[in-house]
Nanobody, 115 residues
Framework: QVQLVESGGGLVQPGGSLRLSCAASGSIFRIDVMGWYRQAPGQQRELVARIFSGGSTNYADAVKGRFTISRDNAKNTVYLQMDSLKPEDTAVYYC?????????WGQGTQVTVSS
């Protein structure tokens, strides 16, 4: 089992920045990939960014150049630095981990971009 706890969401004005954190615990060895997904009201959950065990990353086109995913292996934590935020980034952001073919999810953290 893998437990994921997100933090760092909140309200920010357009053009602002936020950093989300996701701390993993439990059976964290052999986690193949960790990532961030988001779900806006009435929308399907979508991939935002992910980072693989080897360090490679990929991003949704909508966030390329604005968001950066990174990890601190010593702290078993993955981060999502979000810059130049737009109102359309408003959503609940979920941390995800995939381990030996199984997906784990955090409880989600709300990000609201509004003036």
């Amino acid at each position: 089992q893998v437990q994921l706890v997100e933090s760092g969401g909140g309200l920010v004005q357009p053009g602002g920045s936020l950093r989300l954190s996701c701390a993993a615990s439990g059976s964290i060895f052999r986690i193949d990939v960790m990532g961030w997904y988001r779900q806006a009201p009435g929308q399907q959950r979508e991939l935002v960014a992910r980072i693989f065990s080897g360090g490679s990353t990929n991003y949704a086109d909508a966030v390329k150049g604005r968001f950066t995913i990174s990890r601190d292996n010593a702290k078993n934590t993955v981060y999502l630095q979000m810059d130049s935020l737009k109102p359309e980034d408003t959503a609940v952001y979920y941390c995800n981990a995939e381990r030996i073919g199984r997906a784990y999810w955090g409880q989600g953290t709300q990000v609201t971009v509004s003036s």
